[in-house]
């Protein structure tokens, strides 16, 4: 889900006309991994699954850091 919110903010800057729609889109992706993680209850697994690399070997928190998404993390 990180990977999807990264991949609308691109779009976002890459295309103009496309930015409210991306805007919206980001909002509920955001709103789903806040779901996600509050909806886990084991802890080993929810560290388990954000420490998960990409190909490009960046994990969940990453992403959510260089993104500034403040509410994941």
């Given at each position: 889900?990180?990977?999807?919110?990264?991949?609308?903010?691109?779009?976002?800057?890459?295309?103009?006309?496309?930015?409210?729609?991306?805007?919206?889109?980001?909002?509920?992706?955001?709103?789903?991994?806040?779901?996600?993680?509050?909806?886990?209850?084991?802890?080993?697994?929810?560290?388990?699954?954000?420490?998960?690399?990409?190909?490009?070997?960046?994990?969940?928190?990453?992403?959510?850091?260089?993104?500034?998404?403040?509410d994941l993390i």
């Open positions: 889900m990180c990977l999807m919110y990264e991949f609308l903010f691109l779009l976002t800057k890459r295309f103009f006309s496309l930015s409210y729609q991306c805007k919206t889109l980001q909002d509920q992706v955001k709103r789903m991994i806040i779901e996600y993680v509050d909806s886990v209850d084991d802890e080993n697994f929810l560290t388990k699954v954000m420490l998960e690399k990409d190909y490009s070997g960046r994990d969940s928190l990453q992403i959510a850091v260089e993104l500034e998404v403040l």
